[in-house]
């Protein structure tokens, strides 16, 4: 064995023979017990940063502990490859997207092996495979036949730098979600998954998702936004035509004074007086640059623009003035809504602001509001009054009343709504997944048949970033004949959204090598649902939620046997680091900045907020550079000693050169007592220190094991081998007990071999075993190791002593107190005083003061 730890050469020779005998490759053994990890697979933007770095370590510990245990792991990895970046990159280097992905792929394929993650490389795919894509083509034609598949015109979310459309959940702030640009309205026809139709299962089924984090379920639930009441139609004054609207406080009604449109109703322009167009027009165009979410939130100002039309209240006969305004999304219930001024805050600033008239029609018990008075709408229960028949319900009960009213009449149902809308999945791009479809003059919208699949992406394509899809103009791809009268016809040229590749890539991990579908049924029962899921809190509503309609969808196509994908989640934080400013230059990486100045100018520095990782803000880390000075076990030891998982990290310079100095003392401690051991068996009785040591071996073991096994707390398990190399360097008798030496260091190594996986095999081979460390199997505690010695303790009343008591050396303070407020020959001396204090000397005595 080597004196100095060298972790260039430890990890280049564990990498290789990994990957000669591929230790990690696994299949499906019926009867064998499994265990499925998965991180959210990366975008090939062609490197890898400390956040990768973060969540794959993560889930390659999980994976390493598991199989340690003897169970069947499965972690593979693959590529998340189509999409805009890599056909913005294509236009800027001048080269094609797929030889741009897979050039990526290759570099970043190196760098995680370099890392040492112990993913089955043979199972290895990009989501722009042929061999991936055919299958999702092949799902969708089955979705179209079943209805759950269709294209209809629609208001979407355009972006205008990327030129396509953009789902509800990919516009922030405004903003696309890729590029940044201002997000735009268009009216376009496009292609959408009914995901409302499993709205309710979606919705019921996170009570039962009892491993993810709460606020992911939350934001799924919101998302999904279930609400019940009624649907009820008002009458456009001197038209037959109807607005409908959703409403859960059917209550209110009589207390309806206009009618609210969302700017994207179908019927906003067409209700509008010519007198009003120019007017309604202007607004319109405006709130479309308004950011949706923002529009509706409690902040936002309130407007709105007469149409010039009414409609009529079907209780009270009311005229009801028709307004667009910009609080109302089509995006919920029906994009319009009745409004009630005097019970709802919204209602109630718009009304003041455009002198509309307000009608109380709930009084609280023992108050009597007036309209005209009001300052703030009132939101509670009461009695309901101004509401003809009925008056005097309580309103709760009026609900249903009015509810079964509007229903006998028919100009309402009483209906669940959903926010969730269905999924719009066209995007007017060139790299992606070709949906099968052709369009006949004659037949309409024909699926591709089958025995034609794939739909194969052309490569011979001119990228210039302007006036859409290229597909569009590819005149071989795009004339075809239709598959039902042979006549001329054209192909689509949309692409499918990059989250219909990410919405099923996990279950095609369990069978990557199957020709005959997506998935191999027995397969994916047998590896699936993932056990593990890990990635950021970002992908809560999209990702996640897609992923379970996918899921959902699959299992009713009858192609697995699956309700849920993932069994438990893991929402990793995010790496941060200090940003550094020059006022000349901008942001600086820290290799720019010379003795506190800017290495360009000279001038003085300024250290900023501690950010979010960012090439932008270049706060950023090379994890090849990091491997290179320490190695990739010490990039792997800080990410997952700096802090818990699902907390942010804040990079440490000293804290990686802590870590690296911790493996060489770990280094040294086998090296320097090798020749103590070497042959030594583990003694099952020992005293004094050598029981001590082995007190905190076995502790140690039982510590790591609850920190990791569905904890994951894996910093406070790595302090905990700290401590036990703490303990081997302080342990005096040595060459006396050279066997519960050798147990401590076994076990500190074996407890690394997930965090650290090189210097421990490394190790576990010059401690003399022939097998691997995962070979070796998991340490197991002896609970009889762990008994600590009786102490006696003395205890004291009034400072007197009145009796003692034996307690484990290891009892904490509140359980020596119980031991001794109990004890028989000292509870005569208390009886009927009142205890004031117990003190605890730790070790000694016990001091109960009494008056």
Same mark, same amino acid.
């Given at each position: 064995?080597?004196?100095?730890?060298?972790?260039?050469?430890?990890?280049?020779?564990?990498?290789?023979?990994?990957?000669? /005998?591929?230790?990690?490759?696994?299949?499906?053994?019926?009867?064998?017990?499994?265990?499925?990890?998965?991180?959210?697979?990366?975008?090939?933007?062609?490197?890898?940063?400390?956040?990768?770095?973060?969540?794959?370590?993560?889930?390659?510990?999980?994976?390493?502990? =598991?199989?340690?245990?003897?169970? /069947?792991?499965?972690?593979?990895?693959?590529?998340?490859?189509?999409?805009?970046?890599?056909?913005?990159?294509?236009?800027?280097?001048?080269?094609?997207?797929?030889?741009?992905?897979?050039?990526?792929?290759?570099?970043?394929?190196?760098?995680?092996?370099?890392?040492?993650?112990?993913?089955?490389?043979?199972? !290895?795919?990009?989501?722009?495979?042929?061999?991936?894509?055919?299958?999702?083509?092949?799902?969708?034609?089955?979705?179209?036949?079943?209805?759950?598949?269709?294209?209809?015109?629609?208001?979407?979310?355009?972006?205008?730098?990327?030129?396509?459309?953009?789902?509800?959940?990919?516009?922030?702030?405004?903003?696309?979600?890729?590029?940044?640009?201002?997000?735009?309205?268009?009216?376009?026809?496009?292609?959408?998954?009914?995901?409302?139709? #499993?709205?309710?299962?979606?919705?019921?089924?996170?009570?039962?998702?009892?491993?993810?984090?709460?606020?992911?379920?939350?934001?799924?639930?919101?998302?999904?936004?279930?609400?019940?009441?009624?649907?009820?139609?008002?009458?456009?004054?001197?038209?037959?035509?109807?607005?409908?609207?959703?409403?859960?406080?059917?209550?209110?009604?009589?207390?309806?004074?206009?009618?609210?449109?969302?700017?994207?109703?179908?019927?906003?322009?067409?209700?509008?007086?010519? +007198?009003?167009?120019?007017?309604?027009?202007?607004?319109?165009?405006?709130?479309?640059?308004?950011?949706?979410?923002?529009?509706?939130?409690?902040?936002?100002?309130?407007?709105?623009?007469?149409?010039?039309?009414?409609?009529?209240?079907?209780?009270?006969?009311?005229?009801?003035?028709?307004?667009?305004?910009?609080?109302?999304?089509?995006?919920?219930?029906?994009?319009?809504?009745?409004?009630?001024?005097?019970?709802?805050?919204?209602?109630?600033?718009?009304?003041? =602001?455009?002198?509309?008239?307000?009608?109380?029609?709930?009084?609280?018990?023992?108050?009597?509001?007036?309209?005209?008075?009001?300052?703030?709408?009132?939101?509670?229960?009461?009695?309901?009054?101004?509401?003809?028949?009925?008056?005097?319900?309580?309103?709760?009960?009026?609900?249903?009343?009015?509810? /079964?009213?509007?229903?006998?009449?028919?100009?309402?149902?009483?209906?669940?709504?959903?926010?969730?809308?269905?999924?719009?999945?066209?995007?007017?791009?060139?790299?992606?997944?070709?949906?099968?479809?052709?369009?006949?003059?004659?037949?309409?919208?024909?699926?591709?048949?089958?025995?034609?699949?794939?739909?194969?992406?052309?490569?011979?394509?001119?990228?210039?970033?302007?006036?859409?899809?290229?597909?569009?103009?590819?005149?071989?791809?795009?004339?075809?004949?239709?598959?039902?009268?042979?006549?001329?016809?054209?192909?689509?040229?949309?692409?499918?959204?990059?989250?219909?590749?990410?919405?099923? #890539?996990?279950?095609?991990?369990?069978?990557?090598?199957?020709?005959?579908?997506?998935?191999?049924?027995?397969?994916?029962?047998?590896?699936?649902?993932?056990?593990?899921?890990?990635?950021?809190?970002?992908?809560?509503?999209?990702?996640?939620?897609?992923?379970?309609?996918?899921?959902?969808?699959?299992?009713?196509?009858?192609?697995?046997? %699956?309700?849920?994908?993932?069994?438990?989640?893991?929402?990793?934080?995010?790496?941060?680091?200090?940003?550094?400013?020059?006022?000349?230059?901008?942001?600086?990486?820290?290799?720019?900045? +010379?003795?506190?100045?800017?290495?360009?100018?000279?001038?003085?520095?300024?250290?900023?907020?501690?950010?979010?990782?960012?090439?932008?803000?270049?706060?950023?880390?090379?994890?090849?550079? %990091?491997?290179?000075?320490?190695?990739?076990?010490?990039?792997?030891?800080?990410?997952?000693?700096?802090?818990?998982?699902?907390?942010?990290?804040?990079?440490?310079?000293?804290?990686?050169?802590?870590?690296?100095?911790?493996?060489?003392?770990?280094?040294?401690?086998?090296?320097?007592? %090798?020749?103590?051991?070497?042959?030594?068996?583990?003694?099952?009785?020992?005293?004094?220190?050598?029981?001590?040591?082995?007190?905190?071996?076995?502790?140690?073991?039982?510590?790591?094991?609850?920190?990791?096994?569905?904890?994951?707390?894996?910093?406070?398990?790595?302090?905990?081998?700290?401590?036990?190399?703490?303990?081997?360097?302080?342990?005096?008798?040595?060459?006396?007990?050279?066997?519960?030496?050798?147990?401590?260091?076994?076990?500190?190594?074996?407890?690394?071999?997930?965090?650290?996986?090189?210097?421990?095999?490394?190790?576990?081979?010059?401690?003399?075993?022939?097998?691997?460390?995962?070979?070796?199997?998991?340490?197991?505690?002896?609970?009889?190791?762990?008994?600590?010695?009786? %102490?006696?303790?003395?205890?004291?009343?009034?400072?007197?002593?009145?009796?003692?008591? !034996?307690?484990?050396?290891?009892?904490?303070?509140?359980?020596?107190?119980?031991?001794?407020?109990? /004890?028989?020959?000292?509870?005569?001396?208390?009886?009927?005083?009142?205890?004031? =204090?117990?003190?605890?000397?730790?070790?000694?005595?016990?001091?109960?003061?009494?008056?």
């Amino acid at each position: 064995m080597e004196e100095r730890y060298n972790p260039a050469a430890v990890e280049e020779k564990w990498q290789r023979l990994w990957k000669e /005998n591929k230790t990690f490759k696994v299949e499906a053994e019926a009867g064998r017990e499994k265990y499925y990890v998965l991180e959210m697979f990366p975008y090939p933007s062609g490197r890898i940063h400390m956040g990768h770095v973060r969540n794959y370590s993560i889930g390659d510990v999980v994976g390493r502990f =598991k199989r340690m245990q003897g169970l /069947n792991v499965l972690h593979p990895m693959g590529w998340d490859a189509f999409g805009m970046p890599a056909e913005n990159a294509a236009i800027q280097h001048g080269t094609h997207p797929a030889e741009w992905t897979y050039k990526n792929i290759d570099n970043m394929r190196i760098q995680l092996q370099k890392m040492g993650f112990s993913y089955d490389w043979d199972r !290895e795919f990009a989501t722009c495979d042929v061999d991936y894509y055919t299958w999702e083509q092949l799902v969708f034609l089955e979705m179209f036949e079943r209805g759950l598949a269709y294209k209809k015109s629609s208001a979407v979310n355009w972006c205008p730098t990327c030129q396509t459309v953009l789902a509800n959940e990919q516009v922030e702030d405004g903003s696309c979600w890729r590029c940044e640009s201002e997000v735009e309205g268009k009216e376009l026809d496009q292609w959408f998954f009914k995901t409302t139709a #499993y709205a309710e299962e979606l919705l019921e089924q996170t009570e039962k998702l009892t491993g993810w984090p709460e606020r992911v379920l939350t934001m799924q639930r919101n998302w999904i936004g279930r609400s019940t009441g009624c649907e009820i139609d008002f009458v456009l004054e001197n038209s037959e035509q109807k607005i409908r609207v959703f409403t859960t406080r059917p209550d209110t009604l009589c207390g309806a004074t206009f009618m609210s449109l969302a700017p994207e109703h179908p019927l906003a322009l067409e209700v509008t007086t010519d +007198e009003k167009r120019q007017d309604v027009e202007d607004f319109i165009r405006r709130v479309k640059k308004q950011d949706k979410f923002q529009r509706s939130s409690e902040e936002f100002e309130k407007e709105g623009v007469f149409t010039g039309s009414f409609c009529l209240n079907p209780i009270t006969g009311r005229r009801m003035p028709v307004f667009l305004a910009n609080f109302i999304l089509m995006e919920y219930g029906t994009g319009a809504v009745m409004a009630v001024p005097t019970h709802d805050q919204r209602d109630f600033q718009f009304a003041r =602001k455009y002198d509309l008239p307000m009608v109380v029609v709930i009084q609280p018990e023992g108050q009597e509001l007036q309209a005209e008075t009001l300052e703030e709408a009132y939101v509670g229960t009461g009695r309901l009054v101004n509401s003809g028949e009925f008056d005097g319900l309580d309103n709760d009960v009026a609900k249903e009343q009015i509810a /079964n009213y509007l229903d006998r009449r028919e100009l309402g149902s009483k209906t669940i709504n959903y926010r969730l809308r269905d999924w719009g999945v066209s995007r007017q791009r060139y790299w992606g997944t070709p949906i099968p479809i052709i369009y006949c003059e004659h037949c309409g919208a024909v699926p591709v048949p089958r025995e034609q699949l794939p739909v194969i992406l052309p490569t011979d394509v001119a990228l210039t970033g302007e006036g859409g899809s290229p597909l569009a103009t590819h005149a071989e791809f795009v004339r075809t004949s239709c598959p039902e009268c042979g006549r001329a016809a054209r192909r689509e040229t949309d692409t499918f959204d990059t989250f219909v590749e990410s919405s099923w #890539y996990f279950l095609r991990y369990a069978s990557p090598d199957y020709q005959q579908g997506p998935v191999d049924r027995w397969r994916a029962g047998y590896w699936a649902p993932v056990d593990q899921y890990i990635g950021g809190i970002e992908h809560a509503v999209m990702h996640l939620l897609y992923a379970r309609f996918f899921t959902k969808v699959l299992r009713d196509l009858g192609m697995i046997d %699956l309700d849920e994908p993932f069994s438990n989640l893991l929402t990793q934080g995010m790496v941060c680091m200090e940003t550094i400013a020059c006022s000349e230059h901008g942001w600086l990486y820290p290799e720019e900045v +010379e003795d506190g100045k800017c290495g360009r100018c000279g001038a003085p520095v300024t250290l900023g907020r501690t950010e979010k990782m960012s090439k932008s803000k270049k706060n950023v880390i090379d994890p090849d550079s %990091l491997i290179e000075r320490f190695g990739a076990d010490t990039a792997r030891l800080f990410i997952l000693f700096a802090a818990p998982p699902e907390k942010d990290l804040e990079w440490s310079d000293q804290a990686v050169e802590g870590c690296y100095r911790f493996l060489n003392r770990v280094w040294r401690a086998v090296a320097e007592n %090798l020749s103590l051991i070497e042959g030594a068996t583990v003694p099952q009785d020992v005293s004094g220190a050598a029981r001590d040591l082995r007190r905190t071996t076995h502790r140690t073991i039982k510590k790591v094991t609850q920190d990791i096994d569905g904890r994951f707390h894996f910093n406070t398990a790595i302090a905990a081998i700290m401590e036990l190399v703490n303990a081997v360097y302080a342990f005096e008798s040595k060459a006396e007990a050279a066997g519960t030496l050798r147990e401590a260091l076994e076990a500190a190594v074996r407890l690394l071999a997930p965090f650290v996986p090189h210097i421990s095999e490394e190790l576990w081979v010059a401690l003399g075993h022939q097998q691997g460390i995962e070979a070796a199997g998991w340490p197991q505690w002896d609970e009889a190791a762990l008994a600590a010695e009786a %102490l006696t303790i003395v205890i004291q009343v009034n400072g007197k002593v009145r009796g003692k008591i !034996e307690v484990a050396a290891d009892a904490d303070e509140e359980t020596v107190k119980t031991c001794a407020l109990e /004890n028989p020959n000292v509870s005569r001396f208390i009886e009927g005083k009142t205890v004031r =204090k117990v003190i605890v000397v730790p070790g000694r005595l016990v001091n109960i003061v009494i008056s």
